[in-house]
């Protein structure tokens, strides 16, 4: 998506100035011609000659959910307090400092300015509001709650926030053990070892197996770095276009499932994901297939996104809704329980929340269990590899000195 600047003149034959995002100038002419408009001149923003730093960084300036979250929870509190949609946009455009936010915050409030509705707006920068973003808005709208909605949103951003954070910060620390003990050994077989090997050569006595062991890795490390780098590249491009091969994709979001314990933790978050999307998405007047929809697309395991996609079609079919969910492998019995009640009782998304807040808990237990184990794990890798390495140093210093003395 590029961001264009336009000039065109209004029916009452105004000249009118603005930008847009879209593929292609086309693009950007059919939507100034749907409101109205009759188009002078479109060109891509920074296509002339003027040179601007800022906006060069700017266009790699990156938006952070954080920064959507405190957007939708300014303009929430904005609509209640009974400020008018575009001049709570207008407001908060004002108070953006990220400058590629704060031109698609512009651009959104012109078209609302303009008539266009919020949802549709919103609905022309995916990257940044995806699809149950613009789903929700589109009720609230209709609905008038839209600040109801938009503080659902932001609440459902919080949450989802919280736990990827508490994830990220509990292996944040193996992550670190790796790193060091990656640099300890890589410095140890480059820098200390290559020093002792002509002492070793010199003294022509024989060397202990660990020895020869890590002057093999030495050697093949200082010599062969480049094409160990190039075969390393190669797999990753492999990898990469295995995975977007769907059936290479499915293969591995399902061995990531049954992992032993990294598994367990992944497909909890993902239904504690599921749980909570569509109690947001029901509470707020979308319909369940419609919501299971939406669901489907923020569900990153593709395994998980087909069983919601076969349930969605067993529902359309008129089949019961808890049937397609006994019949589905990766939701729990507890899960499919809550469900039932839920269906019964008519009171599904509230339900749904429950199941995502029996969820949470268990997803911050599991993290514990998990840092729990790996810390020593990885306490105890590194420690063996360091002693390897010292071991098969000093056990050949231990012959030469026998050597002197004899």
Not at 56 to 62: E, H, N, P, S
Not at 228 to 248: D, H, K, N, Q, T
Not at 313 to 342: D, H, N, Y
Request: net charge positive; with cysteine; hydrophobic share 50%.
């Amino acid at each position: 998506m590029t961001i264009y600047t336009y000039k065109a003149r209004n029916r009452q034959g105004e000249l009118i100035n603005g930008s847009f995002e879209a593929e292609d100038e086309r693009s950007v002419a059919a939507n100034l011609d749907r409101l109205g408009y009759s188009v002078i001149e479109v060109i891509p923003k920074g296509g002339g000659l003027s040179f601007s730093l800022a906006g060069v960084f700017g266009r790699f300036q990156c938006i952070h959910k954080q920064e959507v979250i405190v957007f939708t929870r300014q303009l929430a509190t904005l609509i209640h307090s009974g400020m008018a949609l575009s001049h709570g946009l207008a407001t908060i455009c004002e108070q953006t400092t990220n400058k590629k936010f704060k031109l698609i915050l512009e651009n959104v409030c012109q078209s609302v300015q303009q008539g266009t509705s919020f949802s549709e707006t919103l609905s022309r920068y995916p990257a940044v509001f995806p699809e149950l973003f613009v789903s929700m808005i589109e009720v609230g709208e209709a609905g008038g709650m839209l600040d109801k909605v938009l503080d659902r949103l932001a609440a459902l951003g919080i949450q989802e926030l919280d736990i990827s954070s508490r994830i990220k910060s509990a292996l944040m620390y193996p992550i670190v053990l790796v790193v060091v003990a990656f640099l300890i050994v890589n410095f140890l077989m480059v820098g200390v070892l290559p020093k002792f090997v002509m002492v070793f050569r010199a003294s022509q006595a024989s060397l202990p197996l660990p020895t020869q062991i890590v002057l093999g890795l030495s050697w093949i490390l200082r010599k062969l770095w480049f094409p160990i780098l190039v075969c390393l590249g190669l797999a990753g491009l492999w990898f990469r276009s295995y995975l977007r091969r769907p059936e290479g994709k499915f293969k591995f979001h399902n061995w990531m499932l049954g992992l032993p314990i990294f598994g367990k933790l992944y497909n909890k978050v993902q239904i504690s994901r599921f749980a909570r999307t569509l109690s947001a998405l029901t509470s707020s007047g979308i319909t369940l297939l419609h919501g299971l929809m939406v669901v489907e697309k923020t569900i990153t395991n593709v395994v998980i996104r087909k069983e919601i996609q076969n349930i969605r079609i067993a529902i359309s079919e008129g089949r019961p809704l808890v049937e397609p969910f006994k019949a589905s492998s990766v939701f729990s019995p507890m899960v499919v329980q809550m469900i039932s009640t839920g269906e019964k009782s008519g009171k599904l998304d509230q339900v749904l929340e429950e199941i995502a807040g029996f969820y949470d808990p268990e997803i911050e237990y599991t993290i514990k269990n998990l840092t729990a184990l790996l810390e020593p794990f990885m306490l105890l890798a590194m420690g063996i590899m360091v002693a390897f390495i010292a071991l098969s140093v000093l056990l050949p210093i231990f012959n030469l000195i026998k050597v002197f003395r004899g």
